[in-house]
């Protein structure tokens, strides 16, 4: 599958590989430790690995769907399990800190 309808800049900076200006249609992209700036994700698959997070600037999403991989899987299979099986309290409270912007990284 294409990654990308157009050939546009994707280079290193710093820690994360910066993409500007691209256009995925239909692909699966690799998000972990990347930085997306002012690109359009149309019925794209997202993946997220458990790796550094992406970050996405002015970036549009039409239908987008994600994927958790490796670590991230793994980390949704231990959520779950613990909703279902020992106190649901516990992850509605990481959703709570989820939305008030849990992390800063």
């Not at 993946?47 to 793994?74: L, M």
């Amino acid at each position: 599958m294409p990654e990308s309808d157009n050939q546009s800049e994707s280079v290193p900076n710093g820690d994360r590989e910066v993409i500007r200006d691209r256009q995925f249609s239909g692909s699966r992209v690799l998000l972990d430790g990347k930085h997306f700036e002012e690109c359009a994700f149309e019925t794209c698959t997202l993946i997220y690995k458990g790796g550094p997070p992406p970050h996405f600037v002015r970036c549009d999403f039409a239908a987008p769907r994600f994927v958790f991989e490796g670590a991230a899987q793994s980390t949704l299979q231990l959520m779950s399990a613990i909703y279902n099986g020992i106190d649901d309290r516990i992850i509605e409270k990481t959703f709570d800190e989820i939305r008030k912007g849990f992390g800063n990284e």
